[in-house]
């Protein structure tokens, strides 16, 4: 794979970029050249934001289109990815290192199921309802769209999590201007192809690969109405800030520290298995959610470190794009450092290392971590407090329930979070009592149809299912 791209998608159109700056992208496995793509420029942002800008204001355009007209061509866009889901599933891999088993489920088909969630749930929504008013007179609640949006994603999924953005942010009405990640930018050419062939109108999505500072550019930008934001909690704070000072709506999806409560009558059997590992490693520990912190009762603590430590030393190492991968590489150089830099703090703190540590002995190409996991680590130790966002579990001793939710809930995270029993009534009692935005019960798997996202440092605002609608509209009322 050598793919060199020489133009922006922006205004519905391929155009020439305003710089000479490039982003090269190499593969996570490789270290090879993927291919490049012209680095956006303020000017190109510029240009992207008129064009977005434009779409939206046009009197007779998207946003006024009735909503099946819409739905009409979200489906369009679905049917356009899903005919070049191959090729965006190999890329994606090649350069994030996602397994491709997962970046099929995650980048090739999700995309596609939310378009699709999206226009059927907007399609016979006229966006206007008729209250009685408590003066005696009716009242008409519009949902209008926002406007147009800035939409900034992450590298670990960058397909799934642009799509999280435009699917429901497009049925409301609203215009888009995307910038992906300097790691993953080959992904959004094929993306933007399909958008051309979709044939949605001129400037409706945009697609500027740039770095932060363009970034910051485009979340401060004048013709912007929402920011729609899922990366690392500073990133996500420089840009609250922006958007704090312009009174400007923005959602953040950001960093995580989740944690597996292990009930006291789990069974390790039929919990130590692909669930625990999706829920723990997903994307090589790449994903915001990963439920990083393992909480084992003391009565069976060991059994616990030794099933944990055995199911992760045992699983496959090696290429993405081989199916019978399990971990995959980091996505960058900088990846695997900050990965290793906290191998390190772990070890220096004292935590005890049970299984990986090192750069697997078979791998001497590619950014690998081996699948990593400490044992004896102390909630107050910076790797049960910071995000890794690599293969690297660990294991917290706790006394009974009560401390395993006092444990679970103190950190600065709030995303995600497991609980694994026999018990399905006390697997609710736990997870309710979890401060965190969403819970799984013996596996973690997001649910589309219902709203994703964190509280504290996790992020504002959530994503998926109806409730995602609303971070593209506002409501008018009309007193008549
Ligand atoms: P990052 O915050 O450095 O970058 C994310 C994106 O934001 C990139 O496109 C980057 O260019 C851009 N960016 C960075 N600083 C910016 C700024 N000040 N203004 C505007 N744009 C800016 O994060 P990363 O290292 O690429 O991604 C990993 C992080 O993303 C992890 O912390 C992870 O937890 C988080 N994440 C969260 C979710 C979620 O849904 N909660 C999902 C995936 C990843």
């Not at 401390?403 to 006390?426: F, H």
């Amino acid at each position: 794979m050598n793919a060199h791209h020489d133009s922006l998608f922006i205004g519905g159109r391929w155009v020439a970029p305003t710089s000479n700056e490039r982003i090269t992208v190499l593969g996570a496995s490789t270290e090879d050249v993927l291919g490049s793509v012209p680095h956006g420029s303020e000017k190109d942002m510029d240009a992207a934001v008129a064009a977005a800008r434009a779409a939206f204001d046009d009197p007779d355009g998207w946003a006024a289109w009735e909503p099946a007209r819409r739905a009409d061509a979200l489906h369009r866009l679905a049917d356009a990815l899903e005919r070049r889901v191959k090729d965006i599933t190999h890329v994606v891999s090649a350069q994030n290192g996602m397994t491709i088993r997962l970046s099929e489920q995650v980048e090739g088909a999700l995309p596609g199921i939310l378009l699709r969630y999206y226009a059927d749930l907007v399609r016979d929504d006229s966006g206007e309802t008729v209250r009685d008013g408590m003066l005696g007179a009716p009242v008409h609640v519009r949902r209008e769209p926002l406007g147009v949006v800035a939409a900034i994603v992450p590298w670990n999924a960058p397909q799934l999590l642009s799509a999280t953005k435009y699917a429901p942010g497009l049925a409301a009405g609203g215009t888009f201007v995307l910038k992906p990640s300097p790691e993953t930018v080959l992904d959004s050419v094929l993306f933007a192809e399909a958008v051309e062939e979709a044939e949605l109108p001129p400037g409706v999505i945009n697609v500027v690969p740039a770095g932060r500072e363009v970034g910051a550019y485009l979340v401060s930008h004048p013709g912007v109405d929402k920011v729609a934001f899922t990366g690392s909690t500073t990133a996500g704070r420089q840009i609250a800030a922006t958007c704090g000072t312009l009174l400007r709506p923005v959602t953040l999806e950001l960093g995580g520290k989740s944690a597996a409560v292990m009930l006291d009558d789990v069974d390790l059997g039929t919990a130590m298995a692909e669930p625990f590992v999706q829920a723990t490693l997903l994307a090589n520990g790449q994903a915001c959610f990963a439920s990083t912190r393992i909480l084992a009762p003391r009565s069976r603590y060991d059994e616990i470190v030794e099933a944990v430590a055995s199911l992760v030393g045992g699983l496959t190492v090696g290429d993405p794009l081989d199916s019978a991968t399990q971990v995959g590489p980091m996505a960058s150089a900088r990846q695997r450092e900050r990965v290793e830099g906290y191998i390190e703090k772990g070890r220096a703190e004292g935590a005890r290392l049970v299984v990986g540590g090192s750069r697997p002995a078979d791998l001497d190409k590619g950014y690998y971590v081996a699948p990593t996991v400490f044992a004896d680590v102390d909630n107050a130790q910076v790797i049960a407090r910071e995000e890794i966002f690599g293969p690297v579990l660990s294991v917290i001793p706790y006394a009974d329930e009560d401390d395993a939710v006092r444990i679970a809930n103190d950190s600065e995270y709030g995303l995600g979070g497991t609980v694994w029993t026999n018990d399905e009534e006390r697997a609710l009692r736990v997870a309710r009592r979890m401060h965190t935005g969403t819970v799984g019960v013996n596996h973690y798997t997001v649910d589309p149809a219902a709203p994703f996202g964190g509280v504290k440092a996790s992020g504002l605002g959530r994503e998926f299912g109806p409730e995602a609608l609303l971070n593209y509209q506002q409501t008018k009322s009309i007193y008549r």
